[in-house]
Structures are given as structure tokens and as C-alpha cells.
T-cell receptor, first 111, second 114 residues
Framework: DAKTTQPPSMDCAEGRAANLPCNHS???????VYWYRQIHSQGPQYIIH???NNETNEMASLIITEDRKSSTLILPHATLRDTAVYYC????????????FGQGTRLTINP | GAGVSQSPRYKVAKRGQDVALRCDPI?????LFWYQQALGQGPEFLTY????????KSGLPSDRFFAERPEGSVSTLKIQRTQQEDSAVYLC????????????FGPGTRLTVL
């Protein structure tokens, strides 16, 4: 699986959009970008995934650059409950695949 | 509906003791994963089951670690002769095969070895 690079920490004001970047310059053509988050004392939680098109669901939006070497997870209106560690993971989608977590980005939402 | 459950939530063991950690996956989920998460680090893969078959155990750190899923549902991770470096949160996840392959995680078991 391709390696990802994320900033170790970020801050965002409550109610503002939180934009979390991820670099994955060695991504292969059949690899998807997945995002998970882990709230303190809980297991990781799936957020969203995409291949090359931008994706949106009830939790977040995922913007993938045209060359697929980087992506941004957007939480449009961050709340205090969005404070967590966010992991960007690159992997093939087909078949059951283990997740390879990096260090992630610790996002703190400030009141 | 019920999610993935794990027990116990917390376990304190003396060095050298054996421990058994239980995972109840979401009903019907074929795939089951175990991960180990050290303090301040991301989770690291230990082993993977498809039904009762253990298809990947490449992440198990030593032969003191053993996992089983005899009936393709509940799984147990056993650590023999625990060492201080085994102290971590042990996470279990389950999933259905498919394009999304979303893994659903339990709350984890925090193991402290004294």
C-alpha cells in the first residue's frame, strides 16, 4: 500500500470548515483513498473513501487532486465532537484488506 | 443494531501471566481483524480471519500471540507469558466483503502489563 503523509496536528474553530490534507504521491491506479477517525478512547470510525472523483456523504467531503497525489478531507461545519485523530489510508478496495494506519492528524476543534 | 463488542474493556496482568481477549463481531460479518495500538501511535495490524480461516497472521509480533475464531463468529486473541511491551489497546474490527470494505471497530481492550 502507498505511504501517506499528514500534518501531525491542526486546530479549527467550532462552526468553521476543517480542511485536512493528505499526500500520497506513490498511489497506484487501483488504490483508493480512505479516511477514518478515532475519537479518544474509541475504535476508529470510517468516514469516506474515493478513487478519483470528489465524494460527499453526511459526514464529510473528499477532494482528490487530478493527479491523485494528494487529497483533502473537509468537515464543513466542525463541532466539538469532531475533535479526533484523522487517518488517511491508501489501499485497494477489492477483497478484505488490512488497514495500514500512519500517525494521522490530531484535529482539535476549539469553542 | 449492535456493533462490534470487546471484553474485557480493561485488563491488568502481571508479567508472565496469560490473557485472553474476546471480540464479538457484527452478526454476519465474514471478515475479522485484530489490531494493536500502542500509546500515541496508530493501530497496527495483527491478524485477519475470513470466517473461521486465519488467512493472514503476518502482524503477530511473536509466537506468544495466538488468535482463533473456531466457529467463524466470536474471536479470541490470546497472549501467553505477557511482557511489559505487550501493554497496548487491542482493537477488533469486522467487515463484509464488498467494494467499500468498511471496517467496523470495537472499543478495544486496554491491556496493562505490570
Amino acid at each position: 500500500d502507498a505511504k501517506t503523509t499528514q500534518p501531525p496536528s491542526m486546530d479549527c474553530a467550532e462552526g468553521r470548515a476543517a480542511n485536512l490534507p493528505c499526500n500520497h504521491s506513490t498511489i497506484s491506479g487501483n488504490e483508493y483513498v480512505y479516511w477514518y477517525r478515532q475519537i479518544h478512547s474509541q475504535g476508529p470510525q470510517y468516514i469516506i473513501h474515493g478513487l478519483k472523483n470528489n465524494e460527499t456523504n453526511e459526514m464529510a467531503s473528499l477532494i482528490i487532486t487530478e493527479d491523485r497525489k494528494s487529497s483533502t478531507l473537509i468537515l464543513p461545519h466542525a463541532t466539538l465532537r469532531d475533535t479526533a485523530v484523522y487517518y488517511c489510508i491508501v489501499r485497494v478496495a477489492q477483497g478484505a484488506q488490512k488497514l495500514v494506519f500512519g500517525q494521522g492528524t490530531r484535529l482539535t476543534i476549539n469553542p | 443494531g449492535a456493533g462490534v463488542s470487546q471484553s474485557p474493556r480493561y485488563k491488568v496482568a502481571k508479567r508472565g501471566q496469560d490473557v485472553a481477549l474476546r471480540c464479538d463481531p457484527i452478526s454476519g460479518h465474514v471478515s475479522l481483524f485484530w489490531y494493536q495500538q500502542a500509546l500515541g501511535q496508530g493501530p497496527e495490524f495483527l491478524t485477519y480471519f475470513q470466517n473461521e480461516a486465519q488467512l493472514d497472521k503476518s502482524g503477530l509480533p511473536s509466537d506468544r500471540f495466538f488468535a482463533e475464531r473456531p466457529e467463524g463468529s466470536v474471536s479470541t486473541l490470546k497472549i501467553q507469558r505477557t511482557q511489559q511491551e505487550d501493554s497496548a489497546v487491542y482493537l477488533c474490527a469486522s467487515s463484509l466483503p464488498g467494494l467499500v470494505n468498511e471496517q467496523f471497530f470495537g472499543p478495544g481492550t486496554r491491556l496493562t502489563v505490570l
